[in-house]
């Protein structure tokens, strides 16, 4: 038995499985993308190479006048140019979806909103850690683009050259004067070794099957190392993607931020203050009926304290959707368990954390569990439901599972969608595992501080 690894652990694949998809290998459509890719790679590595000497060359000499910058510039421009076709090849010829790297940020001008011109683009450009990577790219790729052209030429030559011999073999003696193909010899016919035998035709079938099956392994070998170089050194650098993370992280918590207040205002508005104005206006009813009627006063002044006490009550619902009291004094566990008391599925909670995280990561924690017990409670037509919170390493996992009908999703538009921003928002993760016919899964990793 093989054994593999899925998004939700080791499965284990039978045997037959695995040696079928070995035979099929060397047929699929990926092994011969990624020989064109190894192929095509020559020829646009010796392009991109010698214009990339050739105009570093003469820009690094013309720096003496003023020419040498601009050439510099175009240098830099047209290795850029090149990269997107690099990253066109990759994406066509291997899968290899690499994201557009920053752009050429051109400074401002001396007028508020003006932008810079041609030497202020040139110095951009030099300026750029991207260009110069796409230089590096140019200079690298070539040695490597002659080994990988090298040896995926001579595997998938010499392997179906081997396994189809014995259909080609009468060629030698038909149309030469040798009775087969030449393993080694000066050309004379006795002192040669020919491959002319039964046995022999056969062997070099063996090895020929043999070459074949190795043949897929050593592309996706060669391949890697091509993938790994388009990614790190044409892509985005890592500091770039970083920085556009944290802005939509940002965005994300900034948004998440609003939509939270407007909530509370509208719970504020509706709720508790139309409440707190009914109450005011009937107290003063009842004080001018206090002295023409005060039977009808008390009354009123009773309706009034009932409408106090619901205000209180909506006060306190909505402060602890602001933030329980109870997560500040206790922590996320007895949280956790009032959470359950309150939802209309029994839930079984099991907390195991050594210690409390950060104080922003109960809250997530918290809110992260309360949204989607209230799903389970709405949507899912549950019997039971399940809370497991625990700490790995430096992350806190939740994990909230439920045996109702299924089919949740974070499909756009959906509630588990916006939880999966936020919880994104603080470098988390949350994968939802959600079958037509149940059970649910949804499991929460955020960082422990």
Known sequence: MATAYGPYGPKTEPRGHVVSAALRAPFEARVWCELLYLVISLPMAVVTFTYTVTMISLGAGLLITFLGIPVLGVALAGCRALGVVERARARALLG????????????????????????????????????????????????????????SVMFTVYGWGLVTYPLWQWVFPTYTDQPGLQLYGDGDTKSGFYLDTPFEMAAAFGLGVLIVLL?????????????????????????????????????????????DLRRIERDLHDGAQARLVALAMDLGLAKEKLEED???????????HG?????????RDLARGIHPAILTDRGLGPALSALAARCTVPV??????PERPAAAIEGIAYF????LLQNISKHSGARSAEVDVWRAEDRVMLQITDDGRGGA?????????????????????LVVHSPA???????????WR
């Not at 994201?99 to 683009?121: D, F, S, T």
């Not at 992260?368 to 949204?371: D, I, L």
């Not at 016919?437 to 960082?447: C, M």
């Open 437 to 447: 016919d149940g059970p649910t899964s949804v499991t929460a990793e955020l960082p």
């Open 409 to 429: 999703g974070t499909s756009a538009g959906s509630g588990l969608a916006g939880l999966a921003e936020r919880i994104d928002a603080v470098d988390g993760i």
């Open 215 to 259: 043949t897929p392994w050593v592309m996706r070998a060669l391949t890697a190392v091509d993938r790994l170089m388009v990614a790190s050194l044409l892509g985005p650098s890592r500091l770039a993607t970083r920085v556009w993370e944290l802005e939509t992280d940002r965005g994300t918590v900034v948004d998440t931020a609003a939509a």
């Open 348 to 353: 079984t909670v099991t907390v195991d954390l």
């Open 294 to 304: 005060p039977e009808a006063a008390a009354r009123m002044v009773d309706e009034a």
């Open 96 to 151: 290899l979806r690499v994201a557009e790297p920053e752009p050429v940020l051109r400074p401002k001008g001396r007028r508020e909103g003006e932008r810079g011109g041609p030497v202020a683009w040139v110095g951009a450009l030099l300026k750029s850690g991207t260009s110069w990577r796409h230089v590096l790219y140019a200079l690298l790729h070539l040695p490597w683009a002659i080994f990988g052209f090298v040896f």
């Open 307 to 315: 409408e106090v006490k619901l205000a209180l009550r909506e006060l």
């Open 368 to 371: 992260t569990v309360s949204e």
